[in-house]
């Protein structure tokens, strides 16, 4: 079982920066694909981002060229660069990661506790 443990969330202001990090430990085969989703007060979760192993990535429009999504396959972390923030992206922001226990075994999701990130205006 995958354990995600994200750090980074924070307050600051519009048109800021932050940079989220989510690290993977525990007992797996491997990790394909690894990502971010967020959840504003009384909204469903929305996707953000994702990328794979091999670096492809996938941005959710509100985002793209504002938010960069990296990956350190070593390490098993992720980290989402988040600039010119708009209050609209104030929300809990969760990790997921895409694991297998073994070579065999089908792929499950796992999430992480979340972190806050807060742009004032």
């Known amino acids: 079982q995958v354990q995600l443990v994200e750090s980074g969330g924070g307050l600051v202001q519009t048109g800021g920066s932050l940079r989220l990090s989510c690290a993977a430990s525990g007992r797996f085969f491997n990790i394909n694909r690894m990502g971010w989703y967020r959840q504003a007060p009384g909204q469903q979760r929305e996707f953000v981002a994702s990328t794979t192993p091999g670096g492809s990535t996938i941005y959710a429009d509100s985002v793209k060229g504002r938010f960069t999504i990296s990956r350190d396959n070593d390490r098993n972390t992720v980290h989402l660069e988040m600039s010119s923030l708009k209050p609209e992206d104030t929300a809990v922001y969760y990790c997921?990661?895409?694991?297998?226990?073994?070579?065999?075994?089908?792929?499950?999701?796992?999430w992480g506790q979340g972190t806050q990130v807060t742009v004032s205006s």
């Open positions: 997921n990661a895409e694991s297998r226990r073994t070579a065999y075994s089908n792929y499950s999701i796992q």
